[in-house]
């Protein structure tokens, strides 16, 4: 599933419902409710790539199919932005405290 490196991105390839693959950075991992939900972007290489790509957030949870772990899109629209929102506001929390640390 993810490919893990210590010093870059969690990287996730994912197929879409149409055999598409397209790789995706992990941005946070959250619990609950005992479900694992997991808010990802489209994956970039290079930095400018990133400025001209989309500001797309995909939340997915985590389903086990089979004895098989596996992502799979929140079917459940009053989930799905529940979950969503919690994502965004654990983000901007995030990024208003680094602004913060660099102001100082």
Do not use: C, H, N, W
């Amino acid at each position: 599933m993810p490919e893990i490196s210590e010093y870059g991105p969690d990287l996730y390839t994912l197929v879409d419902e149409e055999g598409k693959e397209q790789t995706f950075e992990l941005l946070d991992v959250m619990e609950v409710e005992d479900q694992v939900y997991y808010a990802l972007v489209p994956y970039a290489e290079k930095p400018e790539d990133i400025l001209e790509g989309s500001d797309e957030l995909v939340v997915l949870k985590m389903e086990e199919v089979d004895g098989e772990e596996m992502l799979a899109s929140i079917e459940d629209d009053d989930e799905f932005e529940r979950i969503g929102q919690m994502f965004l506001d654990r983000i901007i929390e995030e990024f208003e405290g680094e602004e913060e640390m660099d102001e100082e």
